[in-house]
């Protein structure tokens, strides 16, 4: 191979590297990347999680799909977009955890944003596989129904943060309740760990989410 073929051929691979990375290069499209870990969307949906118009947020789903980041699935009028598969989620989770490592202004607005958060005693992956290997805990999903049912940590509740307090029937006082949500940046969780501890429960938060549970090739479910 003769050197100027070996530059035609770097170039393009790093052209091609670049088209991921160009998918990316937007705040509003990594926020779509979050919503659609969770399960498959329609533009609509996506739309209105991210308080954007449809119009902007089908450009945005766009230039993720020319990016082979998502696909499309058509149902009459709708669209329904879903990440092209695991690997999307990983390397939005690689941009979030090495934003929280190398960028002070990121560790600071998590922290402001979420003030008492240690004092949630969050749980990590390996403490909560051991909690509920030993029957020691509750596992509740607080994401909204349709994420749960679209898919889960195996032999969790779902307890939807806007339906807890008219639900804590369901959960029993005599054990700890872990309370999961989409993510380290979704406060459903949060919130329903303040609900319990105010009612009398012994309660914390699972430190990341359901995609950051499937992702490690742990049990999950769906309906």
Same mark, same amino acid.
């Given at each position: ?24 290069? #937007? ?11 969770? !399960?498959? !969307?329609?533009?609509?949906? &996506? ?10 947020? #089908? *450009?945005?789903?766009?230039?993720? !799909? ?16 879903? &990440? ?11 941009? *979030?955890?090495?934003?929280?490592? *190398? ?53 969790? &509740? ?45 309660? !914390? ?19």
């Amino acid at each position: 191979m003769s050197s100027s073929d070996q530059r035609r051929f770097t170039t393009q691979l790093y052209d091609q590297l670049a088209r991921l990375t160009k998918g990316l290069a #937007s705040p509003r499209r990594l926020e779509l990347v979050d919503l659609l870990a969770q !399960r498959e !969307r329609t533009v609509e949906d &996506l739309a209105r999680l991210a308080a954007m118009s449809v119009a902007n947020t #089908s *450009r945005h789903l766009q230039a993720l !799909r020319s990016a082979r980041l998502v696909t499309v699935r058509r149902a009459g009028l709708h669209a329904h977009y879903r &990440l092209a598969d695991g690997g999307v989620f990983e390397l939005w989770q690689a941009v *979030r955890d090495l934003g929280e490592r *190398r960028l002070a202004s990121m560790r600071e607005l998590v922290s402001s944003h979420f003030e008492d958060r240690g004092a949630l005693e969050p749980v990590g992956i390996t403490e909560l596989l051991d909690r509920l290997s030993a029957g020691a805990a509750v596992l509740v999903d607080a994401r909204p129904e349709d994420e749960f049912l679209a898919g889960h940590i195996a032999g969790a &509740l779902n307890v939807p943060v806007e339906e807890l307090e008219a639900r804590l029937h369901v959960l029993p006082m005599d054990q700890e309740v872990i309370a999961y949500c989409r993510g380290p940046y979704c406060a459903f969780a949060d919130r329903a760990v303040a609900i319990l501890r105010a009612n009398g429960y012994r309660a !914390r938060r699972f430190s990341l989410g359901f995609p950051d549970w499937r992702s490690a090739g742990l049990p999950v479910a769906s309906a």
